[in-house]
């Protein structure tokens, strides 16, 4: 199965560190995007790449939170200086520029606890 | 900004009984996809609509996307302890990359 990958599955820290999470998209797959989801909610963008471009950001996205997609293929979603309010499950999903209906696959998710 | 307002949020109801949940919005999209999520997990799709007026069956899972594609609906018929989940309707917006998620209808079914 070469569906989508995301480690950690799961990442305690204390508040005010910084934490990495890596995310592998399905392997033919040139676009990538992050969103996140607290209990109770559906998920919420956060931002999104085609190839290594970054090409819309939300507003969500604070100073203290950071993408890459460096060659195009893996991408790493850094949250500096953490807030509690930061916990949340941190799902990517990846698609295909030729799939006309941009269906969206998503990874397992990284499960952020900032204690 | 474009919203997605998901009924029930939650719903508990016997095995064999029929169930439908609903997905409303003011807004027009090019497509709206039905995602189901287990505790733990990410969201698995399970269907995407693209035209207005399109119905699409999957098994016992019957979705409609709205003539304006501002809404849709997911009816499930004799529902089964194994449909239990969170159900997502997201949508794309005309243009668009991003999905707008609904808050999820939370479903049990009791054996």
């Known amino acids: 199965d070469t569906g989508v990958s995301q480690n950690p599955r799961h990442k305690i820290t204390k508040r005010g560190q910084n934490v990495t999470f890596r995310c592998d998209p399905i392997?033919?797959?040139?676009?990538l995007y992050w969103y996140r989801q607290t209990l109770g909610q559906g998920p919420e963008f956060l931002t999104y790449?085609?190839?290594?471009?970054?090409?819309?950001k939300s507003r969500l996205l604070s100073d203290r939170f950071s993408a890459e997609r460096p060659k195009g293929s893996f991408s790493t979603l850094e949250i500096q200086r953490t807030e509690q309010g930061d916990s949340a499950m941190y799902l990517c999903?990846?698609?295909?520029?030729?799939?006309?209906?941009?269906?969206?696959?998503f990874g397992p998710g990284t499960r952020l606890t900032v204690l | 900004t474009q919203l997605l307002e998901q009924s029930p949020q939650f719903l508990s109801i016997q095995e064999g009984e029929n169930l439908t949940v609903y997905c409303n919005s003011s807004?027009?999209?090019?497509?709206l996809q039905w995602y189901r999520q287990e505790p733990g997990e990410g969201p698995v799709l399970l269907v995407t609509?693209?035209?207005?007026?399109e119905v699409k069956k999957l098994k016992r899972l019957t979705f409609q996307f709205g003539d304006a594609r501002k809404d849709s609906s997911l009816h499930i018929t004799a529902a089964q302890p194994g449909d239990t989940g969170l159900y997502l309707c997201?949508?794309?917006?005309?243009?668009?990359?991003?999905?707008?998620f609904g808050q999820g209808t939370r479903l049990t079914i009791n054996p």
């Open positions: 609509v693209v035209t207005g007026g």
């Open positions: 807004s027009v999209f090019s497509s």
């Open positions: 997201a949508g794309r917006g005309v243009g668009a990359q991003k999905l707008v």
């Open positions: 999903a990846s698609s295909s520029r030729g799939d006309s209906y941009n269906e969206q696959f």
């Open positions: 392997s033919e797959h040139n676009r």
């Open positions: 790449f085609q190839n290594e471009a970054q090409l819309e």
